[in-house]
């Protein structure tokens, strides 16, 4: 599948199956989140650290917690983990500037791809990212660095759920300025 392919076809799930992704698969996401550039050269990239959880019980108590801060803050969120067998956490220094979450923008952006051309689903979970924080004993669990949080939270893993790639082109938002 080619990246505008990858582009079109990627949803956000709600639903994933129970079924681990394959051995072979999880190499290929983590190199999809390394070789993504933030500058032409490749030069002084911003630090980042990438966490792969698949432990079951970890991935439970991530789920309460979030869960949890919802409920707390009033947010409307149904996303949480949605069963998903993987969450890939992006992590930056807390004192980062703002290139920092720029780059881990784009390295989220590189993994969400890299899973729809593989034939993975995924969402972005935001609410998860506070929760995690909020959680600091979580995030002892998480290993990060010293000084480092959470920044974007990924569940990916296989759909359960039916959907239908509806790409319509538009261009009601694009200013042509010839």
Same mark, same amino acid.
């Given at each position: 599948?080619?990246?505008?392919?990858?582009? =079109?076809?990627?949803?956000? %799930?709600?639903?994933?199956?129970?079924?681990? =992704?394959?051995?072979?698969? *999880?190499?290929?996401?983590?190199?999809?989140?390394?070789?993504?550039? @933030?500058?032409?050269?490749?030069?002084?990239?911003?630090?980042?650290?990438?966490?792969? =959880?698949?432990?079951?019980? &970890? &991935?439970?108590?991530?789920? *309460?917690?979030?869960?949890?801060?919802?409920?707390?803050?009033? $947010?409307?969120?149904?996303?949480?983990?949605?069963?998903?067998?993987?969450?890939? @956490? *992006?992590?930056?220094?807390?004192?980062?500037?703002?290139?920092?979450?720029?780059?881990?923008?784009?390295?989220?952006?590189?993994?969400?791809?890299?899973?729809?051309?593989?034939?993975?689903?995924?969402?972005?979970?935001?609410?998860? %990212?506070?929760?995690?924080?909020?959680?600091?004993?979580?995030?002892?669990?998480?290993?990060?660095?010293?000084?480092?949080?959470?920044? $974007?939270?990924?569940? =990916?893993?296989?759909?359960?759920?039916?959907?239908?790639?509806?790409?319509?082109?538009?261009?009601?938002?694009?200013?042509? *300025?010839?």
């Amino acid at each position: 599948m080619d990246v505008f392919e990858a582009i =079109i076809k990627r949803r956000t %799930v709600k639903r994933f199956m129970s079924r681990q =992704i394959f051995a072979s698969d *999880l190499p290929k996401l983590i190199h999809a989140a390394n070789t993504a550039q @933030v500058n032409s050269s490749g030069c002084n990239q911003p630090e980042f650290q990438i966490t792969l =959880i698949q432990n079951v019980n &970890l &991935l439970e108590k991530i789920t *309460l917690a979030t869960s949890e801060f919802i409920a707390r803050s009033g $947010i409307i969120d149904e996303s949480q983990l949605l069963g998903a067998p993987a969450l890939m @956490v *992006l992590s930056a220094s807390m004192g980062s500037i703002q290139t920092e979450h720029y780059t881990i923008g784009m390295v989220a952006q590189s993994i969400v791809l890299a899973a729809t051309s593989m034939g993975l689903s995924s969402a972005i979970l935001p609410s998860m %990212v506070y929760a995690l924080r909020e959680a600091q004993h979580l995030c002892n669990e998480l290993r990060l660095p010293p000084g480092y949080w959470p920044c $974007i939270c990924i569940a =990916i893993g296989y759909a359960d759920e039916k959907y239908t790639v509806h790409c319509q082109y538009k261009e009601h938002n694009v200013n042509r *300025l010839i």
